[in-house]
């Protein structure tokens, strides 16, 4: 898994794995953020934690072997290159109904606020797989989520990510028992 953030959608699949739900396993978590939250989250439960920039991500990942790339909150860009290796192997999952509220700069509480600026009364959760451009590949699932009238950036980001906890480790377990 590829991460730097505060971890809920890590820990949300990881449970799934340890709870049988989702068969799979979490061979490590790579991050370019020493201090975020999933890193704390896999070192509290055994999982290998590996530091990452540019110039070592795919020798990390060629190593690693894995059959599917997770990303979760991570912010960065990848390189080209790694679409040799991993094309159609790499997912994310962005906080809005793609190709809506997408691109570069749309993630995180921006994403919500530019959809309630947009006044639109749907928004949702995208999984898709990663190409090198952002938010530009193919959608594998999505799933809607209502906004409401009142809302703020804060209200519509935790019912937006409870979709995201329930929706990404069923397109995970999905994907994997295509492998």
Not at 82 to 108: Q, R, T
Request: include cysteine.
């Amino acid at each position: 898994m590829l991460s730097a953030g505060r971890g809920s959608n890590f820990l949300n699949i990881i449970n799934r794995i340890a709870d049988g739900s989702l068969p799979a396993e979490c061979c490590s978590l790579l991050s370019y953020n020493e201090n975020c939250g999933a890193m704390e989250i896999a070192k509290q439960n055994f999982i290998p934690t590996r530091l990452i920039s540019d110039t070592n991500l795919i020798p990390t990942l060629l190593q690693d072997a894995p059959d599917l790339i997770v990303m979760s909150g991570y912010m960065r860009k990848l390189p080209e290159e790694i679409f040799v290796y991993f094309e159609n192997k790499i997912i994310n999952i962005h906080p809005s109904l793609l190709p809506s509220f997408g691109g570069k700069g749309c993630f995180g509480i921006h994403t919500h606020e530019k959809v309630l600026a947009a006044g639109v009364k749907i928004t949702g959760v995208t999984v898709h797989y990663v190409t090198k451009d952002y938010d530009a590949g193919k959608i594998i699932a999505q799933s809607a989520v209502p906004v409401f009238d009142g809302d703020t950036p804060h209200s519509l980001a935790d019912r937006v990510l409870q979709e995201e906890h329930a929706l990404y480790w069923k397109v995970i377990r999905d994907l994997l028992n295509l492998f």
